[in-house]
């Protein structure tokens, strides 16, 4: 079983509606979390940064975390055509060269059609 | 600036073949790795090194070898190249600790036939 497991999607939503993703983990080591956002034939980037339980926000980003459940999200409001990406779940755990060591989800592929 | 550079772009390989993927950051970071991406299976670590002169393996080494003579260079070598190998690279690179970015590259695109 993959340490970190994310809802593989695809997802196809209109314009303007909020949309939810998902990650599961096993390892309870894990800290730190992160979402990435990839376009097509790019890179990652980095979109929201988190290591406590409960909400953060940024713009019409929220990400949350449950250390017990084991389980985080990411919302998108009033979501936009330009959201269209894959959407990676990532993790890592505390101290020295665990803070470059990322543990990835499969990835979610997000389309938001006008 | 120009962050994570990747070369070449895309690639085609024979099995067998060797090659090396090469990566730079002018960002003086000391810790760089390699990911590579597949379908269904996310980014998964190859090879890591914290600064010129120490590397150390991740999660998928067999097949790759690494060497860091320089703050900024960080090259994937594929000693003798084969199917399982076609995939997407992605080099990274950040300054160690809580909460800093780890910034990725902009991928290549590999093909062993």
């Known amino acids: 079983q993959k340490e970190v497991e994310q809802d593989p999607g695809p997802l196809s939503v209109p314009e303007g509606a909020i949309v939810s993703l998902n990650c599961t983990y096993s390892?309870?080591?894990?800290?730190?979390f992160m979402w990435y956002r990839q376009y097509s034939r790019k890179g990652p980037e980095l979109l929201m940064y988190?290591?406590?339980?409960g909400n953060k926000e940024d713009g019409r980003f929220t990400a949350q975390v449950d250390k017990s459940s084991k389980y985080i999200s990411l919302f998108i409001r009033d979501s936009q055509p330009s959201d269209s990406a894959t959407y990676l779940c990532?993790?890592?755990?505390?101290?020295?060269?665990?803070?470059?060591?990322?543990?990835f989800g499969q990835g979610t592929i997000l389309t938001v059609h006008p | 600036n120009a962050g994570v550079t990747q070369t070449p772009k895309f690639q085609v390989l024979k099995t067998g073949q060797s090659m090396t993927l090469q990566c730079a950051q002018d960002?003086?970071?000391?810790?760089m790795s390699w990911y590579r991406q597949d379908p269904g299976m996310g980014l998964r670590l190859i090879h890591y090194s914290v600064g010129a002169g120490i590397t150390d393996q991740g999660e998928v080494p067999n097949g790759y070898n690494v060497s860091r003579s320089t703050t900024e260079d960080f090259p994937l070598r594929l000693l003798s190249a084969a199917p399982s190998q076609t995939s997407v690279y992605f080099c990274a690179s950040t300054t160690l600790g809580p909460g800093n970015t780890i910034y990725f590259g902009e991928g290549s695109w590999l093909t062993v036939v």
């Open positions: 390892n309870s080591a894990f800290q730190y």
């Open positions: 988190t290591y406590s339980s």
């Open positions: 990532a993790m890592t755990e505390r101290g020295g060269t665990s803070y470059g060591k990322l543990t």
């Open positions: 960002m003086n970071h000391e810790y």
